[in-house]
């Protein structure tokens, strides 16, 4: 609410497509339902600045076959379209998400999207998630030293000192330097 009635200066959002839940859901007290306009003119979208250069991360999808499928040929073939720059492009502009082939861009439907041509030009800076089994208790490890930060509740050093003392307690064998 208070992000998108320009009550609030940066903010980290969950992804990309709340821009489109921003048009479809009323949050504004006033004007409801945001347009496009609205939010190309008071909203914007950034990578994470890194230590070395932006970062956004990402989810990487990966499609198996079984050895055991009793149709491969056609499971592949599903794979195959599903992926296609066409399926692509159309699972973007329905979510809002960012397309996962830079192919998609060329699609005529995708080049009339100007906030996905945006999102899109942040994908330059995607790095995938690093596959861990711990990666979900790390990234509650964060947000609860950010969110200590953010309210005042914890200093930078004591964050540090948090995080330290989670990773070491709920993270088995983690190497910390």
């Known amino acids: 609410k208070y992000s998108v009635e320009g009550r609030t200066l940066f903010w980290i959002g969950g992804h990309s497509g709340q821009w489109k839940e921003y048009q479809d859901k009323a949050y504004h007290e006033k004007l409801g339902k945001l347009s496009e306009e609205y939010l190309q003119d008071n909203m914007g979208i950034a990578p994470f600045p ?3 250069g932006p970062v956004t991360p990402v989810k990487v999808h990966a499609y198996t076959i079984v050895s055991t499928t009793k149709n491969p040929d056609i499971s592949f073939d599903l794979i195959s379209r599903a992926v296609s720059p066409e399926r692509l492009s159309l699972h973007s502009i329905t979510t809002f998400r960012g397309p996962t082939r830079k192919s998609v861009a060329d699609q005529a439907d995708f080049k009339t999207q100007k906030y996905l ?3 899109m030009e942040i994908m330059k800076y995607s790095r995938a998630f690093p596959k861990h089994p711990s990666l979900g208790t790390y990234k509650s490890m964060i947000f609860e030293a ?3 930060i953010e309210t005042g509740r914890l200093t ?8 330290v003392a989670k990773a070491k307690a709920d993270i088995p064998g983690v190497i910390i330097r």
């Open 117 to 119: 041509s945006k999102v």
């Open 50 to 52: 890194g230590i070395n």
């Open 156 to 163: 930078v050093d004591k964050a540090v000192e948090f995080m």
């Open 146 to 148: 950010m969110s200590g």
